[in-house]
C-alpha cells in the first residue's frame, strides 16, 4: 500500500534536518514518481453468455505496483489500497461476430454503473473491440473496488478475443487524494 504524503508546515526558527527533509520532500517525490498504478489484461479467452452482464476475468498483470489485483482470486477487481481519486479505463475485444450489441462500463463495489459505452467496432478487421469510457472514481483504500462489466446479445455465448491488440484490458491509475 502506498502512502500519500502529508506535507509538513513549516514555522519560523524551526531547523531542518535530513530526517525532515527524507520525510517531507524526499518520501513525497518518490510517491509521486511511481504513484499506483494497475494494467491488467486477458491471455485466456473468456465465453461471455448472451443476454447477461458479465464481469470481464483478468488473468495477466502488466503492472499492478499497488498490490490491488489478484490472478487467482476476484480477477475481475481492482481493489486500490492507497485512498484518493483514479483513473480507469478499459475494453472488451471480441471474437468477430456481427450479430447484435456489444457494451462495457465499470462497476463501483459491485453494483454502481459508472460509465458505458455501446457501440460495435471493428478492431483491426478481425475481432470487435468495446472500450468504456474513462472515468475518475473515488476509492477508500482498503475495501472499495472497480470492475470492468461486459454484454452482448448475438443469440448465443461469444467468447472475448485474446490476440495482442484486440485482448480486453483494464487500467487504473491514482490520480489524486
Known sequence: MGTVPILRTWVAGELVTAA???TNVRDAGNFLL???TFQGRQSISQSMPNLTNTAVLFDTEIIDSDNGHSTTTNTSRYTPLTPGYYQFG????????????RCA????????????????????????CISARTKFIGCNGT???VELYSFQN????????VANEEASDF????IRT
Open 20 to 22: 525532515y527533509m527524507n
Open 34 to 36: 511511481a504513484t499506483p
Open 90 to 101: 478499459g475494453g472488451v475485444g471480441w471474437t468477430l461476430n456481427t450479430t447484435g450489441v
Open 105 to 128: 462500463w465499470f462497476t463501483f463495489n459491485g453494483s454502481t454503473v459508472v460509465a458505458t459505452q455501446n457501440k460495435v467496432t471493428a478492431c483491426n478487421g478481425a475481432a470487435t
Open 143 to 145: 475495501t472499495d473496488f
Open 154 to 161: 448475438s443469440g448465443g455465448a461469444l467468447g472475448t478475443s
Open 171 to 174: 487500467n487504473g491509475h491514482w
